[in-house]
T-cell receptor, first 111, second 111 residues
Framework: EAGVAQSPRYKIIEKRQSVAFWCNPI?????LYWYQQILGQGPKLLIQ????????DSQLPKDRFSAERLKGVDSTLKIQPAKLEDSAVYLC?????????FGPGTRLLVL | GENVEQHPSTLSVQEGDSAVIKCTYS??????FPWYKQELGKGPQLIID?????GEKKDQRIAVTLNKTAKHFSLHITETQPEDSAVYFC??????????FGTGTRLQVFP
């Protein structure tokens, strides 16, 4: 069974630029999550989708972050404009029931 | 909201020794407690989980214990091997159905 796929794996941008991350969850998993993991910390939930509807986006900085999950499968997370403090690993996870399976993450560096 | 504390932040053991990582949570409604292993440059990988109706669960060299009264849960790794070296995260699923992660424990196993 294929795991959660993410791209790109690495991205370096300058502050105030925009960036987008892509996630393809495990086939059949209705729930998709985006997490932000700052160096030395545990993952922090940004947004949770159930099929193509948002379940929880309470910790998403909506003035600069946006996410969508069209057709209830793939998802994209966008940051516009990026700030220095957005440097982190962005993890995508998916689940069928309780267990969440993570992708390899996208490492973002904002200069 | 839910808060998860994890100790120690770093742990060094000799190959063959046991390692114990402890977590506490604050939300008494939490009912699901997974443990993840994260290797450098990779996403977190689920290694074991426990639900609130169970006090202990074991899978080969890995075991997890849960004390609901004290709101503690622990990861036990026996007969440690160098390939066990990684960062380990505990997590708790809160009453709001959100997975809250601890701050991580960096385990180093010396041959």
């Amino acid at each position: 069974e294929a795991g959660v796929a993410q791209s790109p794996r690495y991205k370096i941008i300058e502050k105030r630029q925009s960036v987008a991350f892509w996630c393809n969850p495990i086939s059949g998993h209705a729930t998709l999550y985006w997490y932000q993991q700052i160096l030395g910390q545990g993952p922090k939930l940004l947004i949770q989708f159930q099929n193509n509807g948002v379940v929880d986006d309470s910790q998403l900085p909506k003035d600069r972050f946006s996410a969508e999950r069209l057709k209830g499968v793939d998802s994209t997370l966008k940051i516009q404009p990026a700030k220095l403090e957005d440097s982190a690993v962005y993890l995508c996870a998916s689940s069928l029931r309780q267990t969440q399976y993570f992708g390899p993450g996208t490492r973002l560096l904002v200069l | 909201g839910e808060n998860v504390e994890q100790h120690p932040s770093t742990l060094s053991v000799q190959e063959g020794d046991s390692a114990v990582i402890k977590c506490t949570y604050s939300d008494s409604a939490s009912n699901y407690f997974p443990w993840y292993k994260q290797e450098l440059g990779k996403g977190p990988q689920l290694i074991i989980d426990i639900r609130s109706n169970v006090g202990e669960k074991k899978d080969q060299r890995i075991a997890v214990t849960l004390n609901k009264t004290a709101k503690h849960f622990s990861l036990h790794i026996t007969e440690t091997q160098p390939e066990d070296s990684a960062v380990y995260f505990c997590a708790a699923r809160s009453g709001t159905d959100k997975l809250i992660f601890g701050t991580g424990t960096r385990l180093q196993v010396f041959p």
